[in-house]
């Protein structure tokens, strides 16, 4: 009787570099908490547990490769940790560290074979010790917390959006509702009292503004990751807010906390405490505040007008020649006012003064520099 010949093993032994067709393999792993484990190990083993392939899982928990057409155990390999640590088998064999696998899976050829490893479902998370499952229950639901903190956040974030652009749209009234809802979802949040206060102060709800700028101010002081620019702003709001509410003295106090909190742009907060004085009447005190603005940059013209219009008013008349006599200092602030301003709209009627007091106003700084 004549044997029956195979002829696929007379290819493979008479055609040099002949190789039997492969099976693909790929899949997933993910842990208790239902997210990508990384750098584990799929062990692909006959039924002796001798281990034929190995793949290695990306950054996202997914691998692939081929293997021969077969029936295999496939075995996840990752070293123990807090959740993973007392699973029923930690080895197969001689195979350490074997926390999952899936016995008797065939792979046919030309086919691509899915297996995953889920450490989230219930029948791995039952071979647990009661630790690991508390670990787990303690991180799912850490986990929990900041997914809804995350959801807050994104809400949140789209609100003071939209707040800004009513805002900038003069629709007040809506900003505020808006910059309301913020607050009322993450009330411990400073940055969002501020936009409140903001809202408020377009609104010339100045008494509104003032309580909230506080309440932003005592969370920001009291947040760590705050920066020395947020709480100066802050402060330099709430000094406006109390200008516009007639309280000059809390205001110059918020422009001075301005400056303590952020010295480099004391020259801005010192300017806007000089404005602020001068348009209370308080000529002194805006003379003064108008010199530590000139102090800390002297390259910004307001602060020179202020303090030539705050020593303007101690101006005489001479008696003889019926000019006025400009104190000391005055018609020197002017003048480089017009040396950095020209073209203000203030420019003519500082011009007029220093005209009239016989001042003579260099043709620089005449209008257009002509």
Known sequence: MLKKICLAAILAAAIPGWAQPKAKIHGHVQDPLSMPVANAKILVANA???????????????????????????????????????????????????????????????????????LSRKAFLDKLSPAARKAVADAMAKNAAIIKENAQIKNVNGLILQARAARQAGNVDQAITLDQQATQIKPD?????????????????????????????????????????????????????????????????????????????????????????????QSDAAGAAADKAIAADPTKPMPYYIKGQSLVQKATVDPKTQKIVLPPGCADAYRKFLELAPNSPLANDVRSVLDAAGETVHTTYKKGGH
Not at 71 to 77: A, G, R
Not at 195 to 210: C, F, I, R
């Open 48 to 118: 002796t547990n001798e281990v034929k392939y190995t793949f290695t899982t990306d950054a996202n928990g997914n691998y692939t490769g081929e293997v021969a057409p077969g029936t295999y155990t496939i075995m996840l390999q990752q070293m123990p940790n807090a959740t993973n640590a007392a699973a029923s088998k930690a080895s197969v064999g001689n195979i350490p560290n074997v926390i999952d696998m899936q016995r008797n899976v065939h792979f046919a050829e030309a086919t691509d074979t899915p297996v995953d490893f889920d």
């Open 189 to 281: 949040s400073g940055l969002l009292w501020y936009e409140l206060g903001d809202s408020d102060l377009a609104a010339k709800k100045y008494a509104d503004a003032v309580t909230n700028y506080q309440k932003a101010l005592g969370l920001l002081q009291a947040d760590k990751n705050s920066t020395p620019e947020i709480i100066a702003s802050a402060d330099n709001n709430l000094g406006e807010a109390y200008a516009k509410s007639g309280k000059n003295d809390l205001s110059v106090a918020a422009y001075e906390a301005a400056v303590k909190a952020q010295p480099t742009n004391a020259a801005m907060y010192y300017g806007n405490e000089a404005v602020v004085l001068y348009q209370a009447g």
